[in-house]
């Protein structure tokens, strides 16, 4: 949500452009400031729920149907929605656009399965190429170590993900492959790290939840301030925003998901359907703004309407078309992947079981 309206309002021409406009200038840099933080809850949150899912499916098969079936999950969980929104930039781009090699580019493999954080007309894109290399190897443990090794599985690529992060100030020649470069890579691990602590029992948590509440804020107005100090000609870099983005948003996750388990704190409904639309909010806000703007620069009567105007507009367009998408495209595809990966799953384990392929252990 927060990077939706963040996009919305800097659509306009960016702080540049709005500094004609006071009122919505300040508005565009409040937005900007903070908006991005919300690529690094997602980073962590996902984190989060992976790993549990990973500690579940182990205790429930045995590891190569497991991993199995949750690499077939994330699958059909992700590209469907990310494969119609491309086709859609595509689409407005090829229509309206005069970039052919951009097209091209488009439709090439790495940009197809995600192996590339380089992607042409839907930027907001790139975290996606983030979160497909943490399935993978989320998958590849399971299959490999057995249950009781997940976590530590986990805790050895966090170290390797760490090493090649800092090995560049060290040594010459590192691999400068994309995701082995990113330091928000690491907001990932901080979301294992939370579902590893919270597999213990509530009460050996004492008053870290409530420190973790005050103390994740304060972290992060810090780093709004230095962000907002930075605007319109910088902003954090990489490193900065694990710290004060991804940290703080890791510990205020730890401490609601406590205070949730021990019923302090009570989620309302709302809420739970907004999570439900998330990823369409995130990856439709993109066509939206595009077809806007194509539908602006159509004829010079539609050119009207402060900027302030057409950001809201494109965001209640978003919010409209976000449970639409959910419905007609997420929800038939999580159902079909869930078939399929259960039905495959249950052939690996039959084979397991009766002597083909990989002998039971």
Request: hydrophobic content about 55%; proline content about 6%; charged content about 10%.
């Amino acid at each position: 949500m927060s990077v939706m309206l963040m996009h919305c309002a800097t659509n306009q021409g960016g702080l540049a452009a709005a500094t004609s406009a006071p009122a919505f200038y300040w508005i565009t840099r409040t937005l900007a400031a903070g908006g991005g933080a919300g690529v690094d809850v997602f980073f962590v949150i996902s984190g989060f729920v992976i790993t549990s899912v990973g500690m579940r499916a182990h205790s429930a098969r045995r590891r190569l149907a497991a991993g199995l079936e949750f690499v077939l999950r994330r699958i059909f969980r992700m590209f469907p929605l990310y494969w119609a929104a491309l086709a859609s930039m595509v689409a407005l781009a090829a229509a309206f656009g005069d970039t052919r090699a951009e097209l091209a580019v488009a439709w090439q493999l790495p940009v197809l399965a995600l192996a590339t954080d380089q992607i042409p007309f839907l930027a907001p894109a790139w975290t996606l190429a983030f979160e497909v290399w943490f399935y993978a190897g989320t998958g590849l443990i399971i299959c490999l170590l057995p249950g009781r090794y997940f976590l530590v599985g986990l805790g050895a690529w966090a170290t390797a993900q760490s090493l090649f992060l800092i090995a560049p100030w060290l040594v010459e020649n590192v691999p400068d492959f994309y995701a082995l470069r990113q330091p928000q890579l690491l907001n990932f691990f901080l979301g294992c790290a939370i579902a590893a602590v919270l597999s213990r029992r509530p009460a050996k948590h004492g008053k870290l939840p409530r420190i973790a509440l005050v103390a994740g804020p304060i972290l992060f107005a810090l780093g709004y301030v230095r962000c907002f100090a930075l605007l319109p000609t910088g902003s954090l870099d990489h490193w900065q925003r694990l710290a004060f983005y991804g940290i703080p948003a890791a510990l205020v996750l730890y401490a609601l998901l406590l205070l949730e388990q021990t019923r302090s704190i009570h989620v309302p409904g709302w809420l739970y359907r907004l999570g439900d639309w998330s990823y369409s909010i995130y990856l439709w806000h993109y066509p939206v703004m595009a077809a806007s703007f194509v539908f602006l620069s159509w004829h010079p009567a539609f050119r009207i309407g402060p900027p302030l105007v057409v950001a809201a507009v494109n965001a209640l367009l978003t919010l409209v078309m976000a449970p639409l998408s959910f419905w007609m495209i997420e929800r038939p595809f999580n159902r079909l992947g869930s078939f399929c990966s259960r039905w495959a799953a249950a052939g690996r384990q039959h084979g397991v079981e009766t002597g083909v392929g990989e002998p039971v252990r």
